[in-house]
């Protein structure tokens, strides 16, 4: 009777010792609840290898591995052809975790050959003591705080129950205590609070994990999801791309793991994430890719080349699960994704928070990067990373119809001749946060069309420059263009991959370079270019060389040699007052280009003042009025008292208005008719997070 009393107490107290949580947890089932946080994580690792989007942006994990990577370990416990003492960004011990990782997994994994294979369970002790023994350190602090702790989530959930004690310390040691820092630094931070949680059986240090990643989850004016649902990352810059991607990815996996228990999110921070992705990244995207003006300095990386567009599909499987009562538009946008067909979206949306801009049609996408006074431009030389895109925020303009125009062009661009951008031609490598101060940067939209404009003062350089956004079309106007710099003024056009043949007017390009002084129109990749306005047009084909280490200044030296389409203007050695005018048509076939392709568009003005183009089609008039002032168009005169953005629909009398300074209450818009004051109309403006945004009325 004794025996069985004391085996029945053995039972219980076995129990209770893999439970590994006092009793006093489980009196609200929140205990019960980490056993079910728990094995979703070992599942969602096993079976959806979640980890992947995390890890391979320093390594591609390969679980065909795992027996090779067990037979070329060294005696001590390590591998030979790894750098353990590495220093460098590029952090070569981070491949000894991935190898680490790749054994456990094979360990856990029932079709694997090595599952719950003894050898495999030594082999995998050895390799974690030895990188204890050596303790690798990057110079690098995320490396050491973040990216290391993202393999040791998973190896030590994974292999909790199979080493020692002394070892699994060591590992629960290195991972997380407590949130800190902002934006996505704290949510991946946060979620090694919550492995660790998880693997101490700590309902405290799970709410603590869960909480640091909620508190990110809102709208905001500092870093994070920003009122336009743009995403801000070190300070005021759009990084929707980057750090908003990882932001998102780790919140919403976290979200579908904690469904239904105790630590499950609310509705209200559901919601944020749904109208995060579907209003704001999910028009970043372009069939297969994540537009290169949302990823920062990650354009100077060579990971950050891909097309990028599947890194959603995670993050919108697992919205799926997190959000099932908007299923169906997730899941429209995943099968567009891998079907490189573009998002279910059409318009124009202008993100007031971040100075960017993007047209979307079912043929193309163009999106446009500018910065201000309110906004950090771009990042350079962080980490080595990014050192020739000083111009990259000056108005770029990506121009994408298949999606791969740009990729893996960047080691053989030329950086100071940039889609879009005005300024000297001379490229040079910078480093930390750059921008402008000019405070007139922004747009005005009515969710069909828009206009964009930015004064630009940047390298003894400055220009006015609008863009104006028709649906089919849009047209760039710049005016003032002025410089004091010693080297050549250009505005870029376009630079990307040649794909196919080039015509200028109609005439098959035979040379490799061109030069035109006339108004002319350029066809290549079923683009029109129509050059209105400007000085020399230069039309250039040619092989380009570039190496990886000039942009990325780290790794292998590797050799780009693409053959490349450019466009742009010259406006020579410090212009004063030139301008320009060009307008883009994508989705025509060279045999459409035989009449006139500016019937429907009329440059009102192009000055410092005033620039304005009525497009006669739609009965749209479009003005960036730089100064309070006057457009008359036909019988119809236009006053505001204010610098603001203005569009009119003719025909259904609506304006739309904007302020690009951020700065204003109200704007006064006068309409007169056949020399009679028709209607004086106050407009209140935005405030706050909000100025900026466009305000619509109807005058009738």
Not at 389 to 396: A, C, D, E, H, K
Not at 532 to 554: F, M
Not at 573 to 578: A, D, L, S
Request: proline share 3%.
């Amino acid at each position: 009777m004794i025996s069985i009393k004391v085996c029945t107490l053995a039972f219980v107290l076995a129990i209770l010792s893999l439970l590994g949580s006092p009793l006093s947890n489980t009196s609200d089932g929140t205990y019960g609840d980490v056993e079910v946080l728990r094995s979703r994580m070992i599942s969602d690792i096993l079976i959806n290898q979640s980890f992947i989007p995390r890890t391979r942006r320093y390594t591609p994990t390969d679980f065909r591995m795992a027996s090779k990577y067990q037979q070329s370990m060294d005696g001590d416990g390590g591998w030979s052809d790894v750098d353990y003492l590495d220093t460098d960004n590029f952090w070569d011990p981070l491949q000894a975790l991935d190898r680490i990782l790749v054994m456990s997994y094979a360990f856990h994994n029932k079709s694997d050959d090595l599952y719950q294979d003894r050898v495999l369970l030594t082999d995998i002790s050895r390799a974690i003591q030895y990188w204890y023994e050596v303790n690798p350190t990057c110079r690098n602090w995320y490396k050491n705080d973040i990216a290391k702790q993202i393999y040791f989530n998973v190896i030590a959930l994974l292999m909790q129950d199979h080493i020692s004690q002394e070892l699994m310390q060591k590992m629960t040691n290195d991972l997380t205590l407590e949130p800190s820092m902002t934006g996505s630094n704290r949510t991946l931070l946060s979620v090694s609070v919550l492995y660790r949680g998880v693997i101490e059986k700590d309902p405290q240090l799970i709410r603590d994990g869960v909480a640091g990643i909620m508190q990110q989850v809102k709208v905001t004016t500092v870093e994070g999801i920003q009122p336009d649902y743009s995403f801000h990352q070190h300070g005021a810059f759009l990084y929707n791309g980057s750090y908003g991607h990882n932001f998102l990815r780790e919140t919403i996996w976290l979200a579908s793991l904690v469904r239904d228990t105790r630590f499950a999110f609310g509705n209200e921070a559901i919601g944020v994430l749904r109208r995060y992705y579907l209003d704001g990244t999910r028009w970043m995207i372009w069939r297969g890719t994540l537009d290169y003006n949302t990823r920062g300095r990650r354009v100077g990386r060579k990971n950050g080349f891909k097309l990028d567009g599947d890194s959603q599909l995670t993050v919108l499987d697992d919205l799926i699960k997190a959000d099932p009562a908007s299923a169906e538009a997730y899941s429209t946008s995943k099968k567009r994704i891998i079907s490189s067909l573009p998002q279910e979206v059409e318009g124009h949306r202008h993100f007031w928070r971040s100075d960017y801009t993007v047209q979307y049609a079912q043929h193309y996408f163009t999106s446009l990067k500018m910065c201000s006074e309110r906004t950090i431009g771009m990042e350079m030389d962080v980490n080595t990373e990014n050192l020739y895109g000083y111009y990259l925020p000056f108005g770029l303009t990506y121009i994408y119809q298949r999606g791969d125009e740009y990729v893996g062009i960047f080691p053989a661009w030329d950086w100071a001749r940039l889609p879009g951008v005005t300024s000297p031609h001379q490229a040079f490598p910078s480093k930390g946060k750059i921008t402008q101060q000019t405070t007139f940067v922004g747009g005005v939209s009515d969710g069909t069309y828009g206009i964009s404009v930015m004064d630009l003062q940047i390298s003894d350089t400055e220009a006015k420059k609008s863009w104006f956004w028709f649906g089919d079309r849009w047209v760039a106007l710049g005016a003032g263009i002025s410089s004091t710099h010693t080297a050549n003024i250009v505005t870029g056009v376009n630079q990307c991959h040649l794909h196919g043949p080039v015509y200028l007017d109609g005439v098959s390009l035979k040379d490799s370079s061109q030069v035109v002084d006339k108004e002319a129109w350029i066809w290549h990749d079923s683009i029109a270019y129509l050059m209105l306005q400007g000085s020399k047009i230069h039309v250039q084909t040619k092989e380009q060389v570039g190496n990886l280490n000039k942009i990325y200044g780290l790794g292998k030296d590797t050799i780009y040699r693409p053959q490349v389409f450019s466009l742009w203007f010259d406006h020579g050695v410090k212009p004063e007052g030139e301008e320009y005018a060009y307008m883009v048509i994508p989705g025509l076939g060279v045999d459409e280009l035989k009449g006139p392709m500016n019937d429907a568009i009329e440059i009102i003005d192009n000055s410092n003042a005033l620039q304005a183009i009525y497009h006669k089609g739609l009965g749209l008039v479009e003005l960036v009025f730089h100064k309070a002032g006057s457009s008359k168009i036909g019988g119809t005169i236009i006053s505001v008292d204010k610098p603001c953005l203005l569009m009119y629909q003719m025909k259904e009398h609506i304006i739309t208005v904007s302020d690009p300074s951020c700065k204003l209450d109200d704007i006064r818009v006068k309409f007169m008719i056949n020399n009679s004051v028709q209607k004086s109309i106050p407009i209140e403006l935005p405030q706050g997070a909000d100025a900026g945004r466009s305000v619509s009325i109807t005058t009738s």
